[in-house]
């Protein structure tokens, strides 16, 4: 097992396979490699997943993303996926926020589902879950990164985020990397603070990271650099690009 450093994240490689597979099942591996086989090895992810209908709604915005989800939708759909409910309605709703504020970006639910799968089995890695809160128990933190099996990145945040005062570990569902969350942290849950653990925040600021730079993630090529600068091996693009086609798929 190994680590990635990504442009805004650390990706878990190697154990992400495994982490995929025991979230997806048997048969939704099995149909994604027909799938494969079908359409070849190009990246053919920017294609968006099924809709999500939004919740009934009137005057302001809600101010966590999972409100504006229809839940009826959510509980189904991520119980066939296989996807836990609570990181479900995360995706979606991260997916629509960003929908009204960036309607160019055209990013879909599919796509972090994805990304949430591969970083860290819907923050279910290493025997931990989300709680109903949409926090990682027990928090998810990254090993350091001193240059020795992966790029150095020296301290950025005092060890606020990660623990470490020396060196920077990814944290959270979404995995980023301290400085990188002090950027693009978001507030997905309205609580008023920006937290790496939580599903809500770590999605929608994913959503704005990948959406940064006018890319339109309807287009193939906006959307590979949008993962690209997420981790730039060619491994992970393909392991991302098969989630998001079995999610979209299935």
Known sequence: MGWLVAGGAVAIVGLAVIVAAVVWGPELISRAEARDSTLGTAPHA??????????????????AVTDRVDRAWATATALRLGIPERAMVAYAGAALAVAETQPGCGIAWNTLAALGSVESGHGTIFGGALDDA??????????????????AV???????FDGDAR???????????????????????GDGVADPQQIDDAALAAAHYLCHG?????????????????????????????????????
């Open 167 to 189: 060196w920077d570990r990814a944290v959270g569902p979404m995995q980023f990397i301290p400085s990188t969350w002090q950027r693009w942290g978001a507030d997905g849950n």
């Open 214 to 250: 006018g890319r339109d993630l309807r287009i193939e090529a906006d959307w590979i650099a949008a993962i690209g600068s997420y981790n730039g091996a060619a491994s992970y693009l393909q392991k991302v690009v098969h989630a998001a086609d079995t999610f979209a798929a299935n």
């Open 134 to 151: 949409g926090r990682a128990v027990p928090p998810i933190v990254g090993p350091a990164l001193t240059g020795t099996e992966f790029d």
């Open 154 to 160: 020296t301290d950025t945040d005092r060890g606020a």
């Open 46 to 63: 920017a294609v968006e997943g099924p809709g999500i209908p939004a919740a009934g709604s009137a005057g302001t915005a809600p101010a």
